[in-house]
């Protein structure tokens, strides 16, 4: 984590805009299971992990094993500024004030606005990730030490109550080339659709890709997408667990 910076200027009520203009990878990486933590923390007790070596050159993949190669789209977990309430605050929850989101569309040339709560917004920045799912649902994506360049720029009197993001254009759809095999959750719990969305997902790997549990879960959490498709026909809701085909391509 890089931070807090000093905004000069920056007072409760403004916007911070912070561009991402460039990443400088390290060329190593790694995804764990951390006892405890995740969407399926009840379901995996003990700890794994995976160690990734990538190419430097963004346009290659991420090679996971012999059964799958994950496409790069590096981005920060991490990006926030101060809360107004005092005392100490951990980096793992996101707040209305940005960090630990994990939006994995906030890349390259994106405009990110942060709510200022405090004079000098003292902005931070880190948790780097080569790639990652909607979701990060084992807890953790491909996780890489990187250099990474922003510019901030301040609005004044934007008074945003959350963080909002603009794109330049379409969103990067760097998984899309081979189409999607799709598992869904249904029931009137977001949270409990969700898992069992993704426990569909692991156990579809298992039976077609012959990975095992922790092979799956991990690989859901850096490359599958987890989607709200249905929201309003109660009491059940729908979520959706996308698994790119290009991954095994």
Known sequence: MAGPVY????????SLKVTLLDFSPSGWAWTAIVPGFGLLADDFPEAALNIWHYDKDWGKAAAMSDFARVPLKPFCGTTGVARA????HSTIPPYNTGGNMDIRDLTLGVDLYLPV???GALFSIGDPHCAQGDGEVCGTAIESPMGVTARLDLVKDENLKFPRFETAGPVSRHLDGAGYDVTTGIGPDLMEASQNAVRGMIE??????????????MLCSVCADLRISEIVDQPNWVVSCYMPNIVFN
């Open 7 to 14: 905004v000069d200027g920056a007072e409760p009520g403004d």
């Open 85 to 88: 309430e005092p005392g100490g």
């Open 117 to 119: 709560q405090v004079p």
């Open 204 to 217: 579809r790997l298992a039976k077609t890709k012959g990975l095992n549990a922790d092979q799956a879960y």
